[in-house]
């Protein structure tokens, strides 16, 4: 894919000067997709209000943000692109795999295997984007080189050539993770990069704002993130993929999962697309179940995780039928 196909150059903006051009383009600005992404900071460069104004308007018009019709965006949604999860079970549930321009969400208790669908998901879309990159966020120390290679060569890729795709973050507080965030737009536009991994989003913000009186806090935090990030998905048409942790709730009612939720409350269920609880249903097998999406129903998939990552049960039952 071709820089122009899903870069729109600011010289196409009829309301910036070539002066202007060069100043954005001095501070880190260089494309439409730039200038909104860094929107609220415009005032900094520009005297007056109103030009602020028009550039925005002229901006979000270029990226059909603005005001279009329901046919055109269907045009736009057209465009997406799909990322594979291993499992054709899982993708089934899906609507065909991880769309982009949205944020999903897998969550579940520790050791169901979140991190080894993150890993899998990043693995196929290396090898079916393969002049793209991929940007791991890696929150939790999970990141395991080893464990990614191991997927890639049971894949029949080349393991080498996947890894030296993936550009990996550790940002050790929350406001390291936000201060990434704000500049992931340089990464994605430099390197090309077609997905975003985040394992997992709510590590450092559990840990770092304890008790009651810190949630309003929490929550926004978690708001200014998410918000970031689904503004990368739509802008560059990119896959974002994150993990998310549960709490458990043991002096409420039952959930339909038992007695855990999600964590992160209605900021991170009103954001994220789709949410996908996981839960074991043996060693390996795993049961993945749509718990909210705007547009898929409720369903259920199983699928395994062995030494390709995740993968349908038929072929795992198939492996043991040859092997007796």
């Known amino acids: 894919m071709s820089e122009e196909v899903w870069l729109t150059p600011l010289s196409k903006m009829k309301s ?18 730039a200038l909104i992404y860094r929107g609220n900071e415009l005032e900094e460069f520009f005297d007056s ?14 990226k059909n943000m603005w005001m279009i019709s329901a046919s055109e965006w269907a045009k736009i949604e057209a465009q997406q692109l799909i990322f594979k999860t291993g499992s054709k079970a899982l993708d089934q549930i899906l609507g065909g795999g991880i769309h982009s321009m949205y944020v999903a969400e897998f969550f579940g208790e520790f050791g169901v295997g979140k991190s080894q669908i993150l890993n899998t998901i990043m693995v196929l879309a290396l090898n079916d984007f393969p002049d ?15 464990r990614v290679k191991q997927i890639a060569k049971f894949r029949g890729f080349d393991p ?13 507080t929350t406001d390291d993770l936000i201060e990434i965030v704000n500049r992931l737009y340089l990464t994605i536009e430099s390197r090309k990069s077609v997905l975003i991994i985040c394992d997992s989003l709510i590590s450092h913000l559990r840990a770092e704002y304890l008790g009651l009186e810190m949630l309003a806090s929490r929550q926004q935090m978690l708001q200014r993130i998410l918000g970031r990030l689904k503004r990368l ?9 994150v993990s998310n942790q549960v709490v458990s709730v043991p002096t409420q009612p039952l959930t339909p999962f038992g007695d855990v939720r999600a964590t992160g409350g209605h900021i991170m269920a009103h954001n994220t697309e789709p949410r996908v609880f996981v839960r074991k249903a043996g060693v390996s097998k795993r049961i ?17 995780i062995t030494e390709k990552g995740v993968v349908d049960v038929e072929e795992v039952e198939k492996i043991g039928e040859a092997e007796h």
């Open 132 to 146: 793209r990159t991929a940007i791991y966020l890696d929150c939790e120390g999970t990141y395991r080189d080893d």
């Open 288 to 304: 993945a179940r749509i718990e909210d999406s705007c547009w898929l129903p409720p369903a259920e998939a199983t699928f395994c």
């Open 233 to 241: 998905a739509s802008l560059y048409n990119i896959g974002v993929v």
């Open 49 to 62: 209000a109103e030009k602020v104004k028009n550039v925005r308007i002229e901006a979000l018009t270029l």
């Open 160 to 172: 080498e050539n996947i890894t030296k795709r993936i550009i990996l973050l550790h940002p050790p």
């Open 16 to 33: 910036l000067s070539k002066n202007e051009i060069s100043m954005l383009e001095q501070n880190g600005i260089r494309t439409v997709e």
